[in-house]
C-alpha cells in the first residue's frame, strides 16, 4: 500500500485534522500523481457534517483535483510521468449500464464510486479524496489539464465547472436566450463565464446587492438583488432558464415565476431540506423544474479543453491546509470570491 | 340581459344549490348555446371549496360544456343555429401577448379568462360556467363538436381530455416510448386513451388493485399498485415520462425515482399543498418536473377532431344535477368511472 496523507473528518462532529492513511498500490490501469491544488466545495461541508446522508468516517474530502503524475500502471496509455492529471467527483463506475456506455458516468445505474465518502466497486474499500498529498485513480477517471493555465484555478473547474457547463450544454443555453444565474458563489461564478461565453445574456440573480459589481466584472450583464420587490417585478417571465447554485433553502417558487413560458429552472445545488413547490408554479406556462448532476468524463474534458482554449479559469482564493476550518465558516457566510482552493503544499 | 338557471355554491361553506342569474346579450361575435352536458371536474370542487384561492361567489361551476347553438352575433361565421358546440376552460384572453398570438390562450401573459371564477375582461363582470342551461361565449372560445360521437361523453373531452393531450403533444410523447400514469380518473383515463392512441407503452400507477381490470379494458399495457413495494420496484428508472393527474398530496420523489435518466414527471393535476421535493430525486438522472395546464384554442380543436377521426370519448356517468353534491362526494373517494356528466334536461 502507498503511505498518503491528509486531512480528515474522523466524525460528523469532528473538525477536519490531519490524518495518515493508506491508497492502494498502482495497478496496470492506474495513475498515481502527487495532488498540488483541491477546490474547495460546499457539498465537502455537507458531507463531512452528515448533511446530505450518513457518510463514511473518517472522510478525507476533496473533489477537485489537480497535480502531477508520479508513476502509471503498465496498461496506462493517456498518462506518463510527469504530465498534468486532474481527478473530479467520480473515480469509478460500473461502464456497464447505459449512462455509463453514453459516457455520462456520474449517472450510473449501478452507483458510481465518488472520489471520497464512497465505496470502492468492492463495496468496502473506502474512497478518500483531494484534501491529501497524492491519489491512485484509475486512468478512464483520470483528466488532462492543459499547462496553459493557473494550476490552482483549474482544480474548481473539477467540479463546480462541470457542474454548470453541462447543464448549459445539454439544454443548449446560448446565443438569444436569458439566463438566470441564481446565487454567486463557486458554482454561480463559473456560470456566469460559461454562459457568457455561450452567447446568452446573462443576469445574475442575487441576495447581496454587494456583489453587482463582481459580476459585472464577471462579465454578466444584468445583476437582480431578489430581495428588492422592484428589481424583481422588472424580471418576471424575464427567463428562458435559471441555473440556480443555491445550497441553502430558497423559495423556488419565486424564480419559477420569473421565467417565461417553457422556462426551464435547473437545479444544481442540493439543499438539505426538500423544496415546497406549488402545482401552479409549474401548471401556469408550462414550466420545467430540473436538476442536473455534475458531468461524465468525456464532457469534464470537453470542458477542461473548451476552458483551455478559451482562457477561463475559476476566481480563487488559495489557502493554507491549516485554515480550512476558517475558511468553511467564510464559505458558509458567502465570504469566498469564488473559490478557495487549498495549496497542497502547506500540507 | 338574457334570464339563466342554474346550479350555484353561494359561499366556500355551502353546496350548491338552484340560482337564477343573467347572462349578457349576445354581441356581434357571440354565440349563445344551450348546455346539454357538463363534466363534473374535480377542480370544481377545489374552486367552491376555496381550496385553490378566494373564490368569485356565488359561483356556478363547470368547464366541459357541450350543446347546441340557439343564437349567434351578427358577425359570427364560425356557427350557425343549429350546431353542435362546446366551450372549456377559458371563455376570453388578451389575444395580444405572445401566447395568446401562438393560440396558447391558457397562458395568457395578462390572464386569461375563465369560464367561472373569474371577471371578464372589464374585470368587474363575473363568468358563470357550465352548471346551468345556457351561456354567450365569443366565438373564438367555441368549438366545434362532431355530430358522429356520443355528446355527453364528449363534455369531459373539454377539460379532462385536452388537459392530458396536451402535454402528450408538447412531449412528444408516442412510439418507443414507456409512459406512466400516475391516477385512474377522470384525466387519468384520458391520459391512457391517447397515451395508446399515440403509440406508447402506457402503465397505469394507481394505488387501488381494482382498477387493474379497467385499465387493461382502457388499453392499458400495465398495471402497478404503487403501495405494492415489489411491483414498484420493477419499474423504477423504466418511464420516460410520467403524467400526473392526480390532485391529491402524493410523494412526487417516488415517482421521480420510476423514471429513466432525462425523463420528465409532468404534473396536470393541482394538490392544494405543495409537494416536497428533494433536489437528489431531479439531480440524480438529470430529471425534470413539468406542469401543463389545459390547452390553447387551436389544440383543442384539433384534439376535438383528432378523437372524432379516433373515436375516442370519455367513460362517463350521467347524472341528475339534484345529485350533485352526492357525486362530489363520490368523485372525493375516487368512486367514479370516469366522469360524471350532468345531463342538463334535469336542471
Excluded at 171 to 194: E, I, N, P, Q, S
Excluded at 249 to 278: F, Q, W
Amino acid at each position: 500500500m502507498i503511505e498518503a496523507k491528509g486531512y480528515a473528518a474522523q466524525s460528523p462532529t469532528t473538525d477536519l485534522a490531519p490524518w495518515a492513511f493508506e491508497r492502494r498500490e498502482v495497478g496496470p490501469h492506474d495513475v498515481q500523481f502527487e495532488i498540488l491544488f483541491c477546490g474547495v466545495c460546499h457539498s465537502d461541508l455537507h458531507q463531512i457534517r452528515n448533511e446530505w446522508f450518513p457518510g463514511i468516517f473518517p472522510m478525507v474530502p476533496g473533489h477537485e483535483i489537480v497535480g502531477r503524475v508520479t508513476n502509471v500502471g503498465s496498461h496506462v496509455k493517456k498518462f506518463k510521468v510527469g504530465d498534468l492529471a486532474g481527478t473530479g467527483c467520480l473515480v469509478d463506475s460500473c461502464r456497464e449500464c447505459d449512462s455509463c456506455k453514453e459516457g455520462l458516468e456520474q449517472y450510473c445505474e449501478n452507483g458510481a464510486v465518488g472520489t471520497y465518502n464512497s465505496y470502492e466497486k468492492d463495496g468496502k474499500t473506502p474512497t478518500y479524496g483531494g484534501y491529501s498529498n497524492t491519489i491512485v485513480v484509475h486512468e478512464d477517471f483520470v483528466l488532462h489539464i492543459s499547462p496553459d493555465l493557473d494550476l490552482a484555478a483549474v482544480a474548481p473547474l473539477l467540479c463546480a465547472g462541470i457542474t454548470t457547463y453541462s447543464p448549459l450544454k445539454h439544454w443548449k443555453v446560448g446565443k438569444g436566450h436569458k439566463l438566470g444565474v441564481l446565487g454567486l458563489g463557486g458554482l454561480g461564478h463559473m456560470a456566469v463565464k460559461f454562459g457568457v461565453a455561450f452567447g446568452a445574456e446573462v443576469t445574475v440573480l442575487s441576495t447581496s446587492p454587494k456583489k453587482e459589481e463582481d459580476a459585472k466584472k464577471l462579465g454578466a450583464h444584468k445583476f437582480v438583488v431578489t430581495t428588492d420587490e422592484e428589481q424583481v417585478k422588472g424580471v418576471k417571465r424575464y427567463f428562458d432558464f435559471i441555473l440556480d447554485t443555491v445550497s441553502a433553502e430558497h423559495d423556488i417558487n419565486m424564480y419559477l415565476s420569473l421565467l417565461k413560458r417553457d422556462g426551464t429552472h435547473i437545479c444544481v445545488g442540493a439543499p438539505s431540506e426538500p423544496s415546497k413547490i406549488h402545482a401552479f408554479s409549474l401548471l401556469a406556462g408550462r414550466k420545467s423544474l430540473a436538476g442536473s448532476g455534475i458531468g461524465g468524463l468525456p464532457e469534464t474534458q470537453e470542458m477542461l479543453d473548451y476552458c483551455a482554449e478559451h482562457n477561463i479559469v475559476s476566481d480563487i482564493e488559495l489557502i493554507d491546509i491549516k485554515d480550512i476550518t476558517a475558511s468553511y465558516e467564510r464559505m458558509q457566510k458567502g465570504d469566498v470570491r469564488y473559490r478557495f482552493v487549498i495549496d497542497m503544499a502547506t500540507l
